[in-house]
């Protein structure tokens, strides 16, 4: 009899958190912010693949902004060389983030990094798939448009990617009157 009452409450446990993620299933919309975070140790400059702070990227980009800064930017299609950083958040109730570094060089990407702060295993294996591949995606494609299919089968982290990239479109955009 125990027994039998055991897997009617799992049972109906299961169907709850079934339901509940459901529900919660359209909650996760990817977010993108110029980082400033507890996740990074900006102090004012970026960090290059070979440890060296880069202090022209740190004026040539307002990447250390905060949120509202990236929404009053506008896309205007020509783009300033730097190093911009943003944290895209994503998963059913924003539990997962990542880091992306995108280099721009002559309107182009020319080099690019993502550091995973994954909730799950299974996040971290999706992350670190896409990390380990995106490169090979983006380098050397222009930054005006791109937007990517789903790298790695990392279907979630790569819409917080594709939602990073509009921000540093607009973090990386010469100001209107200069665009023209």
Known sequence: MAQSHT????????????????????????????????????????????????????????????????????????????????????????EDTIDVHVTVQSGNISDVSIVGHPFTSISKEHQDNFASNIGAVVIGKPLKGLHVDTVAGASWTTEAFNTALDTVRQQASEPAEQAQ
């Open 7 to 94: 897997i009617r409450t799992t049972a109906a446990t299961l169907a709850l958190l079934s339901a509940t993620g459901a529900l919660l299933a359209g909650c996760g919309e990817p977010q993108a912010v110029p980082m400033n975070d507890e996740f990074t140790s900006n102090t004012g400059g970026s960090e290059s693949s070979n440890g060296s702070t880069d202090a022209q990227s740190n004026t040539n980009n307002s990447a250390k902004g905060n949120a509202g800064d990236a929404s009053a930017a506008q896309d205007t299609g020509v783009y300033k060389d730097g190093t911009y950083d943003v944290a895209g958040q994503y998963g059913p109730v924003g």
